[in-house]
Every structure is written in structure tokens, then in C-alpha cells.
């Protein structure tokens, strides 16, 4: 969604992330906008990082038979992570989902 489809909609996301910043004591400088979708946001941090640890290599050059990559998380991750996964050629199975007690910890 843009300001051009729905100018009320991007000023109150606007507005909100300048409270978010204001209220974390965040240099006003710093500007943010919600996703209205949580595949995109996780799909753009994922291929992110996934450029950053190969040089940009596979965007340049696609995958190879040696490239293995793993993404950890809570066992509670959002469905956007698996959907993510399977998108940035990275595979669901390589996400390991790590367990958590009842206060979201991990004792090991």
C-alpha cells in the first residue's frame, strides 16, 4: 500500500512508527514504516542476509550444490518464516525450531 492508494491508511502507519521511535527514546531522524504483510518483511530480511553472508554471490550467480543455510528461531516463529523460507530458495527444512518453556526461555 502507498500514501497514492490510501493516504490516511500510510499517515496513520507513519504516525504510529514515530511513537514507537519517540517512546524507545530513538534519535528523531530515524524514519519507519510498517508491512501491512509479514511473507514481505521476512522475505526482505531473509534474502538480505542471505546476500550479506554470501558476498552477494547468489544473486549474482544463483545457487550452488555447496551452500547450506540454517535460520534459528523460537518454536513459536510466525508461519511467515516457513513461507519466507521456501520463497528465498533457502528450504523450510533448514529452519530449526528451537523449544521454549512456558516463559519463552531456553535452558540449554
Not at 512508527?17 to 530480511?45: E, F, H, Y
Not at 543455510?69 to 518464516?81: G, M, N, Q, W
Request: one cysteine or more; glycine letters at 4%; charged letters at 25%.
Amino acid at each position: 500500500m502507498s500514501w497514492l492508494t490510501s493516504p490516511a491508511a500510510t499517515e496513520l502507519e507513519e504516525r504510529v512508527c514515530d511513537w514507537i521511535r519517540d517512546a524507545k527514546g530513538i534519535n528523531s531522524s530515524w524514519k519507519a514504516a510498517s508491512t501491512t504483510r509479514q511473507v514481505p518483511a521476512t522475505l526482505s530480511a531473509l534474502l538480505t542476509a542471505r546476500e550479506k553472508a554470501t558476498n552477494y554471490e547468489i544473486y549474482e550467480n544463483g545457487f550452488s550444490k555447496r551452500e547450506v543455510f540454517r535460520v534459528y528461531s523460537s518454536a513459536h516463529v510466525h508461519s511467515s518464516i516457513d513461507k519466507a523460507l521456501k520463497i528465498a530458495g533457502i528450504g523450510a527444512a533448514n529452519l530449526v525450531r528451537i523449544a521454549v518453556d512456558k516463559k519463552l526461555c531456553n535452558d540449554s
